[in-house]
Every structure is written in structure tokens, then in C-alpha cells.
């Protein structure tokens, strides 16, 4: 089995700052991309950031503000959230193209997803 646990979550205020954590555990033979994608209430689950390989994309509205990070050692994906908006309050998920050990090929996995509020 495989794993997506998220953490980091919380209530800070605007512009603050918060660093969410994914780890993935289980018989996990490679990892392509990671990412966070985000969802706030009656809106659509959208991407936040994405990495894969050496290379990194960011949403227009998470430009200069959020940074994602990886760990391949650990098989973690880090998004440092800084200058905090209130329109950036949603559950953050965790996402992940992986293929685990004696399967072939590749799936899409998901964490359960972190709360993230930001007061004004």
C-alpha cells in the first residue's frame, strides 16, 4: 500500500506564513511528480505547485509568494506558504505519480488533505 500523509496545516494570520509537509510511504519503487493542489469551499480543486525533475510550476496566484520543495530521500514534497492571503484558505492536498515496488507502471495518489485558514 501507499501513503500520502499531509501535515503543516493551521490559523495564521494574513500574511503569515506556513510550510505543509507530504510524506509518501509504502513499497514505493519511484517517484515522477509531486504537488499541491488546493480546494476551498464551492470552488473547483486547483494546482498550486508542481515538481518534477529539476523543473517547477507555480499557479499565477501563488507566484513569488508559495514555494515547493522536495526531499527524494524521504519521498517529501514541502510547500512554504509566505505573505498569506485570506483567498488562500482551503484544504490543501498533497498528489503524487508514483509506481510501487512489483507493479508496473505508474498511478495518481492523493493525501487526505490539510486545512489551511487565513484570517484577516
Known amino acids: 500500500q501507499v501513503q500520502l500523509v499531509e501535515s503543516g496545516g493551521g490559523l495564521v494570520q494574513a500574511g503569515g506564513s506556513l510550510r505543509l509537509s507530504c510524506a509518501a510511504s509504502g513499497s514505493i519503487r519511484a517517484i515522477n511528480a509531486m504537488a499541491w493542489y488546493r480546494q476551498a469551499p464551492g470552488r473547483q480543486r486547483e494546482l498550486v505547485a508542481i515538481t518534477r525533475g529539476s523543473t517547477t510550476n507555480y499557479a499565477d496566484s501563488v507566484k513569488g509568494r508559495f514555494t515547493i520543495s522536495r526531499d527524494n530521500a524521504k519521498n517529501t514534497v514541502y510547500l512554504q506558504m509566505n505573505s498569506l492571503k485570506p483567498e488562500d484558505t482551503a484544504v490543501y492536498f498533497c498528489?503524487?505519480?508514483?509506481?510501487?515496488?512489483?507493479?508496473?507502471?505508474?498511478?495518481?495518489?492523493w493525501g487526505q488533505g490539510t486545512q489551511v485558514t487565513v484570517s484577516s
Open positions: 498528489n503524487a505519480d508514483l509506481a510501487r515496488s512489483g507493479v508496473p507502471g505508474w498511478r495518481n495518489y
